[in-house]
């Protein structure tokens, strides 16, 4: 059974930043994938940032409103996926969760199987 445990979220001023840390244990051959979602109150969870974990190169995915902004790197030496998050905005406020899957290492929610407890980002203006 994969376990994920999130860490590092927390509130900062508009235009701050902060680094999310994902550390995975029971990760096995076919979980290929690892990533960042994030759901805002009322909101549907959307896809922030993906990476293939799975050896070998992969592009990571991006939202189009995080890239240039944000950036997904691992160190699967320590089973752990990072997130920076630079010039944060208001509307990047949202509970950030970690996930784990297969074999798609898109931004959709229903491509992955494994899912950690969320870590909150509040961005105030």
């Known amino acids: 059974q994969v376990q994920l445990v999130e860490s590092g979220g927390g509130s900062v001023q508009d235009g701050g930043s902060l680094r999310l840390s994902c550390t995975a244990s029971?990760?096995?051959?076919?979980?290929?994938?690892m990533g960042w979602f994030r759901q805002a109150p009322g909101k549907q969870r959307e896809g922030v940032a993906t990476?293939?974990?799975?050896?070998?190169?992969?592009?990571?995915y991006y939202r189009d409103s995080v890239k240039g902004r944000f950036t997904i790197s691992q160190d699967m030496a320590k089973n752990t996926v990072y997130l920076q998050m630079n010039s944060l905005e208001p509307e990047d406020t949202a509970m950030y969760s970690c996930a784990a899957g297969g074999s798609f290492c898109g931004l959709a929610p229903w491509a992955y199987n494994y899912w950690g407890q969320g870590t909150q980002v509040t961005v105030s203006s």
């Open positions: 029971g990760i096995t051959s076919v979980t290929n994938c």
């Open positions: 990476i293939y974990i799975g050896g070998g190169s992969g592009n990571p």
